[in-house]
Each structure stands twice: as structure tokens, then as C-alpha cells.
């Protein structure tokens, strides 16, 4: 009884028997009944969540034919959606031939006052037969409270109703609005919003869900490092919010809410710009803007800074990496049950959210610490509290940050893998590991040798297991639950003939970093940047802690989420598991509560919209709504193209460019390529051994390219805009970090 409904038609599941003579009628309903169980309608109530064993209930009718006119009536127009029109499709013979499609209807549309729209010019009944027949569509609407679907005969002028049942999806959302469903606005269209820092560690679209159960707490997090006010009292945005702007499911940053309302400042000090981005990015317009909105802040206030400023450097950063793990075990204490019932198990995940809320504070509290500490280091080689960096000093600050005497675990992914890969060569275990197709098949081998490269690698699944690609994304995908981008990471460095001539690291001490700067500084300046340098060095160290509890907190939150999508897989309520990540908080409890088919037509109409908006790329800044960035304007660049940045490593090498827009695309890189993307992030650290030389588009001189680019010593070169479009894969370029420059060349 449940075939036909507003949210799921069932249409053609079941079979139907025409012309069925008298003495047969009690075997088809048998064969009807069994027909509930064919493959394709088990298959299709699994994926609209629908049980699977319901009751059935057989309508027998007497066989109206010969001489008829059969139809289909919408008391609601089914393409625009408009209530006070009927449509009318109509055809001589059986309905069959209608509904299978082997014929073309005639159509008639009228109002429901009665009037005619529309109507072929040889019609198969009157007109007066025809305002009879919407009366009873009318009439047949009235009495079930919703728009009807009539299949209907007419024989002799009667009238005979055969079916009428609720439009199905009538009300379905259009694609524009779910495109659109999270968008988040801005202020006014004078706001001006950027992929700087969120297009690194959020790359791709994010998931419905971490839209709705994420962003805010984003937002609360930065909302209360500018106001200095309690994260669990932070307000809770909905469809504003101040920091964080989402469109089409891209996530971007308020340049102007976050940074301008210290625009006098910044007018004069250009380096947190530096810090953010890796490149200059405030303009006069947008000082303009910060003036309008933001008062000048007074000397009280400025002292507070200061105050405030002091508190982190000595005192609150040290206590940021225990409460972290304090939390971090917290939320590691809750564990899903399939003895849970939906309401204790949607309380334990919403705990392990406000847990998650206070290790995301803590991430950003020590971002802002290194961020303060790369200030400091900036103004001290500059001179003066107010200017420019020169390259010169922009050289200096990549000199101190790579010779960091901390060990920094993003950077320590790339050196595991390649004492894994140096391991697994010196044992002869080279072919062997690369034989094995199955990426699952190859970790667990090695994981389960006594040798070296076994211990090696369960040292290095034990510490970075819970990384990977998207990492910080609901939708990312732990290595330790799909090692495949590992596998190739290995086997690529596997590939490699220098693998064994790759360089120890050695560790670095502050007074060979101060030996090796080109700005000379002297007396108690040259004590008080020391002593910077070393806080310089413990904030990328204690943020890159931060981040690593803050990844593992997400890999926590994504692996109960799947258990609770795997109770309601067994369960029948989806049909796949990462299904979750596509719907909303009330949609998940709604789906418990009342089986909607709705919802799973939503999640995969999401799915594939989610695809498209994967491949959209957007401008660096944006001023109001973004606009996609056009990439055919650069199909026509010469020979002899040249693109700046900052070089955040400096030296001067020459080869052939990988350019990889994606991870899977990275994979094909070879040993002394000049490796050109987007970003990079945990998933890309692999790389870094084989290639000579990188290029990102974004990323300020704190971020994961430029960190480890350092630690390795590879030109580098960040904030390089549509790198990606200009350059192809196997163009031969000079790449000169110590300009910021890279350039396509010819070499006859």
C-alpha cells in the first residue's frame, strides 16, 4: 500500500497482468505477490531505504478495452509546478502503450476554472467530455489533500478512473537550489573573500554534513580569537557568518572580517599578509573598507595587544599541545555502539563535536602564536615596526624557518616514508611489495614482517595512520583505512635511482641559522632575534602538533559516524555507508524516524552535483559572490612565459614541470621533476624526496608546502597564480626561487 506516494513512485516495480481471464485470477495474484521479490525491486527498495518484506496489496479491475481512449491526468502541471493548471494526455487504445512510451499522446492543458490553454486540433474526445473529466480530477484532489496522478479510460463517453495517486516528487528541489542549499552570505557585495589558507587544508567541495555540523564551530573558533571571549559562549551562526563564507559548497575566508578591523595597522606592516598568504593581497580599497566599518583602535587598545601578545609567547602556549591531547583522549573515550539507539548515539557524536570545538581553538590559538612569532622575526630583520619586506629579508625569514630545531611531524612524513622505502630496498623486498595489486594486501604484508621495514611501518601507521588525502574533511579518507595513495607513494620511491643516495637529515642549532642570514643584525638585537627564532621554531612546531590532533579529532568524528551509518545500513535505513556524509543533522534523524525516500533521492542528486562543484576553480580573492575562474584564457601563452611569487627556498634549477591539480595526478610524478599544483597538504609530503624544484599557486610561508619544502631544501616557490593554467606537464622551465620566479624556456 505504500508503492505509490508523494516521495516514491515504485513505478513499473510490481507486475501487472492484462486481460486475465476469470479462472486464472487466483494465480496472478500469487505471481503478482512473488513479484515484490524480484531482483531489481529488492535492489531498488535498498537503495531508497525501504524495507524490504512489506505487504502488498493486489487490485483486480475489469478489463475495460476495445473501442477506448485511455490517459494520463496531472491535476498539477509535473514540469513547472503550477497548481492551477491540468494536463491532459491522451491516446486511442490500451493505457499500456501510453505509459510504456510506444505511442505519442495528444495533449490537452486547461485551468482548473475550466478554460482551455491548450489542444490538438483533432481532439479524441469533446470538449464538454473533457470538462468532465477534469471536474473528476478536481474532485479526486479535493478528497486526497494533494495534487493526483489519474490514470483513466474512456469507453462510450463513460468515464473510468483505473488509478489515482499522489505526484510523485513534485516538490523536488531544483539542481540551482541544491547548489546553492549551504551558501552562507557576505556582509555586503563590498566584502572581499579569499582561498588563502582554506584552499590549502580544505581543497575540494566540502560534505553537506560538515557543512551543517562543522562550519559554526569554524566560526565560533576565529570569532573568539578576535574578541577574545569564550569558545563554548560563542554565538552560533546560521546564515551569516562573520569569518567563513561558503559557496556552492567551496569554503573561503573573510579578509575583511577577519583582518581589517586592524586596517590601520596593517596599512603600514605588510607582513601578516605575508604570513597568511605568501604575498601581497590587501589593497587601498579594502583599507577603505576596514575604515568605513572598523573605528581606529585606541592606545588602550593597543596595549591590550600588547598584553595579550606577551600572555601567548610565555605563558599560554605552552599549556595549548596538553589541553589538546586532554581533549583529544576525551573524545577518543566515546565509542559507537550497535547497542546504542539513535538518540544516545546522536548525543555521544554531538559530544565528540564540542570536544572537537576545543581542539580546533587550540589548533588556531597556536596558528596565531607562530603567526606572531613569524611578525616579530619579520620586524626585527626589517628594522622598524612599519615597511616592506625586500627579497632579501623574505630570503632571510626561508633561511631561519628551514633550519628548524624542532622536529615537525608534517615534515617527518616524507623522511618515514623514505627510511620505509630505503628499508624495504636494502631487504631485497622491492618486487615482492610491488607485485601485490591490492594497496590493503601490500600494508599488511609489511606490517606483518619482523624486519626493519616492518617495524618501520607500523611506526609509521602507529604515528601517521590517521593522515591523508582531504584529511581534514569528513569526506577524506584515513591512510590506515585506504593505503592506496601510500602504496604508490612507496612504490614511486621505489622507482627512484637516487632512492639510496637521498641525503640524512641532520639536525639544524640557532646560532648556524643566524651565520647564514644575509641581513646582518648586531647587539641586543641579535639576543632578541635569537631568541625569536627559537619561539619562531616551537610555533611551527606546537602548530603542526595542533593540527595533527585536530586531523586526528576529524579521522575520530569520521570513523563514528561511519559506525553509526553502518548500523543503519544493517538496518536497511541506507544502502552505503559514506551515504552519512551527504545529509544533514535532521536528516540522518529524520531518516530514523520516518524511512523518507525523499532523503536518499536528495543524497544522490548531492553526489553528483558535489562532482561538479569538485571541479570549479575560483580566483585567489573575490570580491562578493565568487565567480569561477575562466581557464580558457590561457590556452594562448608563448614560449617564453614567466610567473612570479614568493620564494620561500631559495636556489636555481632547471628541468621538466609535472603540473598536477590533484593527488591522483601527483602520482605520475618522476624522479627531477619541477612539481607545479595548487597546494599541497599531508597526502602530497611523498613527493618531495624525487622532485628538484616546487610551485604552488597559494599558501603563505607557514604552510605545509613551504614547511617542508624548507626541510628539504627544494626551491621553492609559493602564491604563483594560475601556475596550474599556464604551464603544462612536460614544458622545460627554469625555476629561480631566489627571484620567485619560474619561466618556460627552450633548450636546443
Known amino acids: ?12 516495480q510490481l507486475e501487472t497482468f492484462l486481460q486475465v481471464p476469470i479462472q486464472n485470477i487466483s494465480e496472478k495474484i500469487l505471481e503478482c505477490w512473488a513479484s515484490n521479490f524480484r531482483h531489481e525491486i529488492v535492489r531498488y527498495r535498498k537503495e531508497n531505504g525501504q524495507l524490504l518484506n512489506v505487504p502488498v496489496a493486489v487490485v483486480i479491475q475489469e478489463m475495460v478495452e476495445n473501442g477506448t481512449i485511455s490517459g494520463v491526468m496531472f491535476t498539477n502541471d509535473p514540469v513547472k509546478g503550477d497548481p492551477s493548471f491540468l494536463v491532459i494526455n491522451m491516446i486511442e487504445g490500451l493505457g499500456e502503450e501510453l505509459v510504456s512510451g510506444q505511442k505519442t499522446p495528444s495533449e490537452i492543458v486547461m485551468k482548473k476554472s475550466l478554460e482551455f490553454i491548450k489542444k490538438p486540433k483533432n481532439m479524441l474526445i469533446s470538449e464538454e467530455k473533457c470538462r468532465e473529466l477534469a471536474k473528476v480530477g478536481i474532485l479526486l484532489e479535493e478528497a486526497f489533500n494533494a495534487p493526483q ?3 483513466f479510460v474512456v469507453k462510450d463517453g463513460e468515464i473510468f478512473v483505473v488509478q489515482s495517486r499522489n505526484i510523485t516528487n513534485l516538490d523536488l528541489e531544483t539542481e ?5 542549499e549551504f551558501d552562507r552570505a557576505v556582509a555586503t557585495e563590498d566584502d572581499v573573500i579569499s582561498t ?8 575540494y567541495a566540502i560534505s553537506p554534513l560538515a557543512c551543517d555540523v562543522l562550519l559554526d564551530i569554524y566560526d565560533r573558533t576565529i570569532h573568539t580569537l578576535i574578541y577574545g571571549e569564550d569558545v563554548s559562549q560563542a554565538p552560533v551562526f546560521q546564515h551569516y557568518a562573520p569569518i567563513f563564507k561558503v559557496y556552492q559548497q567551496r569554503l573561503f575566508f573573510n579578509l575583511i572580517d577577519s583582518y581589517m578591523r586592524n586596517w590601520e595597522t596593517l596599512s603600514k606592516d605588510r607582513i601578516p599578509e605575508y604570513a597568511l598568504a605568501g604575498t601581497k593581497i590587501f589593497t587601498d580599497e579594502m583599507f577603505e573598507i576596514g575604515s568605513r566599518r572598523y573605528p581606529k583602535l585606541s592606545r588602550m587598545d593597543h596595549i591590550r595587544k600588547l598584553k595579550f601578545l606577551a600572555k601567548v609567547l610565555f605563558f599560554e602556549s605552552k599549556n595549548y599541545l596538553p589541553m589538546a591531547k586532554k581533549y583529544l583522549d576525551a573524545m577518543d573515550s566515546i565509542k559507537i555502539s550497535s547497542s546504542y539507539d539513535s538518540k544516545t548515539t546522536m548525543s555521544a557524536l554531538l559530544q565528540q563535536r564540542d570536544f572537537m570545538c576545543q581542539i ?10 607562530s603567526s606572531f612569532t613569524y611578525v616579530f622575526v619579520a620586524m626585527i630583520l626589517r628594522g622598524s615596526a612599519e615597511g616592506d619586506l625586500t627579497p632579501e629579508i623574505l630570503n632571510d625569514i626561508a633561511t631561519i624557518y628551514s633550519r628548524n630545531t624542532y622536529e615537525i611531524v608534517s615534515a617527518d612524513v616524507p623522511k618515514s616514508m623514505k627510511k620505509l622505502a630505503k628499508a624495504i630496498y636494502e631487504e631485497d623486498l622491492q618486487d615482492q611489495f610491488k607485485s601485490m595489486e591490492n594497496p590493503q594486501t601490500a600494508i599488511d604484508w609489511l606490517l606483518s614482517l619482523g624486519s626493519k621495514s616492518g617495524e618501520l611501518a607500523r611506526t609509521f601507521m602507529e604515528t601517521h595512520g590517521h593522515r591523508g588525502l582531504n584529511e581534514l574533511a569528513l569526506l577524506g579518507v584515513a591512510w590506515r583505512d585506504d593505503p592506496g595513495h601510500l602504496v604508490k607513494n612507496l612504490r614511486s620511491l621505489l622507482d627512484d635511482n637516487n632512492l639510496m643516495n637521498m641525503p640524512e637529515d641532520s639536525p639544524n642549532s640557532n646560532v648556524d641559522v643566524m651565520d647564514g642570514l644575509r641581513t646582518k643584525v648586531e647587539g641586543t638585537k641579535r639576543l632578541f632575534l635569537k631568541f625569536m627564532i627559537s619561539h619562531a621554531h616551537r610555533g611551527v612546531y606546537i602548530r603542526e602538533e595542533a593540527k595533527n590532533y585536530l586531523v586526528k579529532a576529524t579521522c575520530i568524528l569520521r570513523e563514528n559516524l561511519l559506525r553509526l551509518s553502518s548500523i543503519l545500513k544493517e538496518q536497511k535505513y541506507l544502502p552505503e555507508e559514506r551515504m552519512i556524509f551527504l545529509m544533514t543533522w535532521s536528516e540522518i534523524q529524520q531518516l530514523i524516524s520516518t524511512r523518507s525516500p525523499r532523503i536518499l533521492c536528495r543524497i544522490r542528486r548531492r553526489q553528483k552535483i558535489l562532482e561538479k562543484q569538485n571541479e570549479i576553480q575560483y580566483p585567489f580573492i573575490n570580491q562578493g559572490t565568487p565567480q569561477p575562474k575562466d581557464l580558457f584564457k590561457f590556452e594562448d601563452f608563448g614560449d617564453d612565459v614567466e610567473l612570479f611569487g614568493t620564494a620561500v627556498c631559495e636556489g636555481r634549477v632547471v628541468g621538466h614541470v609535472r603540473v598536477a591539480k590533484t593527488l591522483e595526478e601527483a602520482h605520475l610524478t618522476q624522479p627531477g621533476d619541477i612539481l607545479i599544483t595548487k597546494y599541497t597538504d599531508i597526502g602530497w609530503s611523498p613527493l618531495f624526496p624525487i622532485i628538484k624544484g616546487l610551485v604552488t599557486e597559494i599558501g603563505g610561508l607557514l604552510s605545509h608546502g613551504a614547511v617542508v619544502a624548507r626541510e628539504y631544501g627544494l626551491p ?3 602564491a604563483v597564480e594560475n601556475a596550474t593554467d599556464v604551464f603544462r606537464t612536460g ?5 629561480d626561487s631566489t627571484k620567485g620566479m619560474i619561466k618556460r624556456i627552450k633548450i636546443e
Open 196 to 203: 588563502a589558507n582554506v584552499g590549502e587544508v580544505l581543497p
Open 149 to 151: 496522478d489519474i490514470e
Open 360 to 369: 580546533l581553538f587550540l589548533h588556531a590559538s597556536a596558528s596565531m602564536y
Open 176 to 180: 540551482w537550489e541544491l547548489e546553492h
Open 716 to 718: 621553492c616557490v609559493i
Open 731 to 735: 614544458d622545460q622551465v627554469l625555476l
Open 1 to 12: 500500500v505504500g508503492e505509490d506516494g508523494t516521495e516514491l513512485s515504485s513505478a513499473g
